[in-house]
Nanobody, 120 residues
Framework: QVQLMESGGGLVQAGGSLSLSCAASGSIFSFNDMGWYRQAPGKQRELVARISSGGRTNYADSVKGRFTISRDNAKNKMYLRMNSVKFEDTATYYC??????????????WGQGTQVIVSS
């Protein structure tokens, strides 16, 4: 019954900034790793950034130094701050999360995506 929902997408000018949010709802026990992925038209979905339950982060080389991933475990939310955006960042961005239940079984969830369009 867990659902993830992204928000914050929209149109932004190259060089500008944008913040994305991912909110989780439902029968949540706890989240382990969470991450942001994106898919541009005609391309495969790719990892943008990932963050562990303890706050350790990993970024795709293409966004290092420009994007920042963060999470608020108490609120079951995750964020992506996008700075100095480029036209190449145009894509649909998806929230992904791993959840462990009470018996330590792993479940994985995806959001529906939020569109980011960067104007050149």
């Amino acid at each position: 019954q867990v659902q993830l929902m992204e928000s914050g997408g929209g149109l932004v000018q190259a060089g500008g900034s944008l913040s994305l949010s991912c909110a989780a709802s439902g029968s949540i026990f706890s989240f382990n790793d969470m991450g942001w992925y994106r898919q541009a038209p005609g391309k495969q979905r790719e990892l943008v950034a990932r963050i562990s339950s303890g706050g350790r982060t990993n970024y795709a080389d293409s966004v290092k130094g420009r994007f920042t991933i963060s999470r608020d475990n108490a609120k079951n939310k995750m964020y992506l701050r996008m700075n100095s955006v480029k036209f190449e960042d145009t894509a649909t961005y998806y929230c992904n999360a791993d959840m462990r239940d009470a018996t330590n079984r792993l479940w994985n969830y995806w959001g529906q995506g939020t569109q980011v369009i960067v104007s050149s």
